[in-house]
């Protein structure tokens, strides 16, 4: 099965660091993605990981990969009031055609 | 800059109606998407197509169509809407299937 789990609502102060959780089920997966979605928009990607990678730095976000637990986590890094949004991750197996996405988590950042 | 434009923000529509949902890219991308969005579902796939004419069922194509007669658009079809469609709608393209797919800003469609 392809069930992708988030919880589904975080709420941080500004300047903490926000760490937004991701199960999967499917071990054959192949990409990873976080997106992001802000109040009236569109899923926005911020990163990606590829499945034989543990972790990912990309200025105030890392991404970490258990493939064991079959865990992923984003981490934000002094966050922001503008970073409050929706973040959902996905997993693709073979291929874009077969991403799966979680049911989303929200970010609220309180100034 | 990518650009994936949905032709309405917001629709209200009847029971029984037939609705056409516009998504047009202009970046020549091979592949499109259709995903609804319900609140602690996150976002399902409807249908898809990799080519011109080309399309495959999602996870959810019961009560949609779509069309590719040109490359840059892709519509979704509500041959008769019902209560249970209602919901937000987004288009998606991507250039190759493992790149990052680029989403339009969505259109909330309501069926009353």
């Known amino acids: 099965g392809e069930d992708v789990e988030q919880s589904l609502f975080l709420s941080v102060r500004e300047g903490d660091s926000s760490v937004i959780n991701c199960t999967y089920t499917?071990?054959?997966?192949?990409?990873l993605y976080w997106y992001k979605q802000e109040p009236g928009a569109g899923l926005q990607l911020l990163t990606y990981i590829f499945s034989n990678m543990d972790m990912k730095q990309d200025q105030r976000l890392t991404v970490l990969l258990n493939k064991k637990d079959k865990h992923l986590s984003l981490r934000i890094a002094d966050t922001q009031t503008g970073d409050s949004a929706i973040y959902f991750c996905a997993e693709s197996i073979g291929g874009y055609q077969k991403v799966t996405f979680g049911t989303g988590t929200k970010l609220q950042v309180i100034p | 800059d990518v650009k994936v434009t949905q032709s309405s923000r917001y629709l209200v529509k009847r029971t029984g109606e037939k609705v056409f949902l516009e998504c047009v890219q202009d970046?020549?991308?091979?592949?499109m998407f259709w995903y609804r969005q319900d609140p602690g579902l996150g976002l399902r796939l409807i249908y898809f197509?990799?080519?011109?004419?080309?399309?495959e069922k999602g996870d959810i194509p019961e009560g949609y169509s779509v069309s590719r007669e040109k490359k840059e658009r892709f519509s979704l079809i509500l041959e008769s809407a019902s209560t249970n469609q209602t919901s937000m709608y987004l288009c998606?393209?991507?250039?190759?299937?493992?790149?990052?797919?680029?989403f339009g800003q969505g259109t909330r469609l309501t069926v009353v």
């Open positions: 499917d071990s054959s997966s192949t990409y």
């Open positions: 970046m020549d991308h091979e592949n």
């Open positions: 998606a393209s991507s250039p190759t299937q493992f790149s990052e797919a680029f």
């Open positions: 197509s990799y080519d011109v004419k080309m399309k």
